[in-house]
């Protein structure tokens, strides 16, 4: 199982989850118990990766939603559902806008603290 380095951890810690959305969503209310699950381990696997994608790889993505050789009649119809095949990876629309979202939120706030950082450190010290 592959694991998530520090610098992962820090990457968005949260995921914004609309309850509401999930709830009554006639797509999730159409899939087993599992595929529910299989389709939040693929969400949050989304969210953490680098470049707000997941692989085309059917064997990671049977790793990640631990249904192995299952994945083809379990894990597969969700996938199709649920993301869009892009050139470079799977991806769940309203997720990628979320995850694009705090991308923007946190560079906006390296910057500023960038910035700040700068401007005291070009203060001029105090004289006694």
Same mark, same amino acid.
Do not use: I, M, V
């Given at each position: 199982m592959q694991?998530?380095?520090d610098g992962d951890r820090a990457r968005f810690p949260y995921l914004?989850?609309?309850v509401d959305d999930?709830?009554?969503?006639d797509t999730v209310d159409s899939f087993t118990l599992e595929q529910q699950g299989v389709y939040l381990l693929l969400l949050l696997r989304q969210w953490k990766s680098k470049d707000g994608l997941l692989?085309?790889?059917?064997?990671?993505?049977?790793r990640w939603t631990r249904l192995g050789p299952r994945w083809r009649k379990v894990g597969r119809p969700v996938l199709e559902?649920?993301?869009?095949?892009?050139?470079?990876?799977?991806?769940n629309t309203k997720l990628r806008r979320?995850?694009?979202? $705090? *991308?923007? &939120?946190?560079?906006?706030?390296?910057?500023? $603290? *960038?910035? &700040?950082?700068d401007d005291e450190r070009q203060e001029p010290l105090p004289e006694d």
């Open positions: 694991r998530l380095g914004p989850l609309y999930w709830l009554s969503s692989p085309k790889d059917p064997a990671t993505l049977a559902q649920c993301f869009t095949l892009r050139q470079d990876g799977y991806c979320l995850w694009e979202q $705090a *991308r923007e &939120r946190r560079n906006q706030a390296r910057a500023a $603290a *960038r910035h &700040r950082w």
